[in-house]
T-cell receptor, first 111, second 115 residues
Framework: GESVGLHLPTLSVQEGDNSIINCAYSNSASDYFIWYKQESGKGPQFIIDIRSNMDKRQGQRVTVLLNKTVKHLSLQIAATQPGDSAVYFCAENRAGNMLTFGGGTRLMVKP | EAQVTQNPRYLITVTGKKLTVTCSQNMNHEYMSWYRQDPGLGLRQIYYSMNVEVTDKGDVPEGYKVSRKEKRNFPLILESPSPNQTSLYFC??????????????FGSGTRLTVV
């Protein structure tokens, strides 16, 4: 598959454990955030989003937490599965059409 | 199936030979964008378009051109490719509401090598 980053932070977890992936954003004016998952050889895929008037949002097995005080975003994956192995990106919407992506974190799930 | 289609998936070319990477979406999205992805640099926006005949520069537009003559198509043009444009390219599209982008759908990527 395509290499998406040779120097990415890597999180290694055991199958069945919970995963927490963190992201720091830079612009306090950003008011909308998205988590993307990118598997090898594929484009980024939308997972979950959150607006700045919320501090938590839950999806199926995923939860996003937003801490605006410290400009921090996290993605929690419950009962991590081998299919969750991928690179995860956070993105912030600063104004209008512009989405700015973070550098990404590689999640590796050990069977 | 709702999707963003890019072609080609892989391309090797020589310096200075003009090329076009096509992008088409079937979701009637207003917004379209091109990103390049490089190791250690993440996803960087090249150009974006908020509607037909409306395009704007992103973070790294030098050496690229785009056009948006139809809503569904957003080709990326490299008039004179150089080796530093070797990269993985993604096209993306999304609905726009009140000027806000609520998240892109990405294509599968085009791996470009310029020798």
């Amino acid at each position: 598959g395509e290499s998406v980053g040779l120097h990415l932070p890597t999180l290694s977890v055991q199958e069945g454990d919970n995963s927490i992936i963190n992201c720091a954003y830079s612009n306090s004016a950003s008011d909308y955030f998205i988590w993307y998952k990118q598997e090898s050889g594929k484009g980024p895929q939308f997972i979950i989003d959150i607006r700045s008037n919320m501090d938590k949002r839950q999806g199926q097995r995923v939860t996003v937490l937003l801490n605006k005080t410290v400009k921090h975003l996290s993605l929690q994956i419950a009962a991590t599965q081998p299919g969750d192995s991928a690179v995860y990106f956070c993105a912030e919407n600063r104004a209008g059409n512009m989405l700015t992506f973070g550098g990404g974190t590689r999640l590796m799930v050990k069977p | 199936e709702a999707q963003v289609t890019q072609n080609p998936r892989y391309l090797i070319t020589v310096t200075g030979k003009k090329l076009t990477v096509t992008c088409s979406q079937n979701m009637n999205h207003e917004y379209m964008s091109w990103y390049r992805q490089d190791p250690g640099l993440g996803l960087r926006q090249i150009y974006y378009s908020m509607n037909v005949e409306v395009t704007d520069k992103g973070d790294v537009p030098e050496g690229y051109k785009v056009s948006r003559k139809e809503k569904r198509n957003f080709p990326l043009i490299l008039e004179s490719p150089s080796p530093n444009q070797t990269s993985l390219y993604f096209c993306a599209s999304s609905f726009g509401r009140q000027g806000r982008n609520y998240g892109y759908t990405f294509g599968s990527g085009t791996r470009l090598t310029v020798v």
